[in-house]
């Protein structure tokens, strides 16, 4: 069982940065693949981010260049580095860990473990 909670969202202005934080209970988060999703209001939740337990990544088109997963083992958290944040990249963030498949997935159902949430909202 893993339990994850996020931190990090609030209000910024377009252009600026946030970094989520997921911390995760547990002691098996290393061997975990975690990814970042994100759900705006009235619209399906997508993919963002994922990094596996070596650290590879994947992103989403929509992301690349702007933000960046990282991930501490030894703090059990994972982050998500947000660069040249626009209006668009407002939703509700979630993390969640990988609990089918291997490497790194982009699909939902591939996560078993999920986050609450931290809002993030951009402003024009």
């Known amino acids: 069982q893993v339990q994850l909670v996020e931190s990090g969202g609030g209000l910024v202005q377009a252009g600026g940065s946030l970094r989520l934080s997921c911390a995760a209970s547990g002691r098996t988060f290393s061997s975990y693949a975690m990814g970042w999703f994100r759900q705006a209001s009235g619209k399906e939740r997508e993919f963002v981010a994922a990094?596996?337990?070596?650290?590879?990544?994947v992103y989403a088109d929509s992301v690349k260049g702007r933000f960046t997963i990282s991930r501490d083992n030894a703090k059990n958290t994972v982050y998500l580095q947000m660069n040249s944040l626009k209006p668009e990249d407002t939703a509700n963030y979630y993390c969640?860990?990988?609990?089918?498949?291997?490497?790194?997935?982009?699909?939902?159902?591939?996560?078993?473990?999920w986050g609450q949430g931290t809002q993030v909202t951009v402003s024009s």
């Open positions: 969640a860990a990988q609990t089918r498949g291997w490497g790194t997935s982009t699909t939902i159902a591939s996560y078993g473990y």
């Open positions: 990094i596996t337990s070596g650290g590879n990544t």
